[in-house]
Structure formats: C-alpha cells, structure tokens
C-alpha cells in the first residue's frame, strides 16, 4: 500500500529566508508525486508535479521540488519566502494504475515571520 | 481559468439531519473525487466516479453516507442521519483522466 510521510508538522520560517518541507513515500514502483498548498479555509491549490522525466520539478509561486528516488523522497523548496507563504502544504502520492487516487501526507504548516 | 465549483460553503447542521453537497466539476472531466479532510489532517478519499460510475467507495461509510453522479458531469454528497463525528471539510476534485486533481473551495460542515 502506498503511504506519504512529511515529518514536520510545524515550520517557522523568517521572510526572505529559504524553505525546505520534506516528503516521503513509500510506493513500490513510480508513483505520480504531487505538492498542494491550502490556505485557511479553503481548498488545494496545485503547486507543482512529477510524472516521469526531469527530476527538478518547477512549479507555481516559484516552488520547485525534487524527485530523489533512492531517498523516496519529494522535498519542496523556495528560495526565499514571502509572507503570503504561510499556509498548509500538502504532498501526495499517486497511483499512475487506480484512476488517480492520492494519499496524502498529514500536511506541514508554515508560518512566515517578518 | 475553469475551476470545480462547490456548494454550499459552509453548513451548520444538527445530528441526525440530512445534508447534502454539490459539485460541479472542470468542464469536460470525467473523473470526480470527493474527499473527507478533518481538521489538522490531510484530505481523505471517500469516493472516486469515472463518468457516472463509482470506481473506488472503499472509504465511504455507507450505512449514512451517499453520493451520486446521474449525468456523469455534477455530483451530490449525501449524508443522513449527520453524526458530531462528521465535521469536516468536505472537498471535491476532477481529472481529465486520472492524472492531476483539481480541487473546489470545499465545503465546511459542523454539526452540533
């Protein structure tokens, strides 16, 4: 069964400062890989994704993130944050073979300081 | 730029009454998802249709949870009786074809 682990479930982070939110799978092929930011009450927005090809992913709000498949890892990062950073990022893990169902990892809050 | 609409925003609700939620997906998206997120979790799966058709309700609770996609384009959520455990963001997603989900605003449910 696939599974998603993001083990920070908080991070502070000064504006202007750089950003790394860590993700782990456990998937027995490729699995389609994903990055989500939710903002206080509302839905997910798509930050970025990974099929196949180039493991450095660029996305939305200049987030990238890379596919390390000998980690199983898909980190997240932005170069320098901005206050309209803070919110909840979620990454998720795909299955190319069941219609597209995602599991999802429990979320990392970020909350940016001035 | 297209987006899933959903509806209503918010509900209150008392246990032991129905509710119901709307979606209406991306034109032209024929995979629909609607997913349970708790408060502080991430989004979880309750059940997936390709066109009208369910593919995947493993997660529904269905003795109390319904849901339906007649025409193969918008889709209801039901719930009846609505339990206190059931307060949740409520969120619905659509893919051309199973690749990359989009997701609606959600809908906020407390039932109290």
């Known amino acids: 069964a696939q599974s998603v682990t993001q083990p920070d479930i908080h991070i502070t982070v000064s504006e202007g400062a750089s950003l790394e939110l860590r993700c782990n799978y456990s998937?027995?092929?490729?699995?389609?890989l994903f990055w989500y930011v939710q903002s206080p009450g509302q839905g997910l927005q798509l930050l970025l994704k990974?099929?196949?090809?180039?493991?450095l992913v660029q996305g939305i709000k200049g987030f990238e993130a890379e596919f390390k498949r000998s980690q199983s890892s898909f980190n997240l990062r932005k170069p320098s944050v901005h206050w309209s950073d803070a919110a909840e990022y979620f990454c998720?893990?795909?299955?190319?073979?069941?219609?597209?169902?995602?599991?999802f990892g429990a979320g990392t809050q970020v909350v940016v300081t001035p | 730029e297209a987006e899933v609409a959903q509806s209503p925003r918010y509900k209150i609700t008392e246990k032991s009454q129905a509710v119901a939620f709307w979606c209406d997906p991306i034109?032209?998206?024929?995979?629909l998802y609607w997913y349970r997120q708790i408060l502080g979790q991430g989004p979880e799966l309750l059940v997936q249709?390709?066109?009208?058709?369910?593919?995947?309700d493993s997660q529904l609770p269905k003795d109390r949870f319904s849901a339906e996609r007649l025409k193969g384009v918008d889709s209801t959520l039901k719930i009846q009786p609505a339990e206190l455990g059931d307060s949740a963001m409520y969120l619905c997603?659509?893919?051309?074809?199973?690749?990359?989900?989009?997701f609606g605003p959600g809908t906020r449910l407390l039932v109290l």
């Open positions: 998720a893990v795909g299955s190319p073979d069941s219609w597209g169902k995602l599991q």
């Open positions: 990974y099929f196949s090809g180039d493991t």
């Open positions: 997603a659509s893919s051309f074809r199973g690749e990359t989900q989009y």
């Open positions: 249709f390709q066109d009208e058709s369910v593919v995947d």
């Open positions: 034109s032209g998206h024929a995979t």
């Open positions: 998937y027995g092929a490729t699995p389609y």
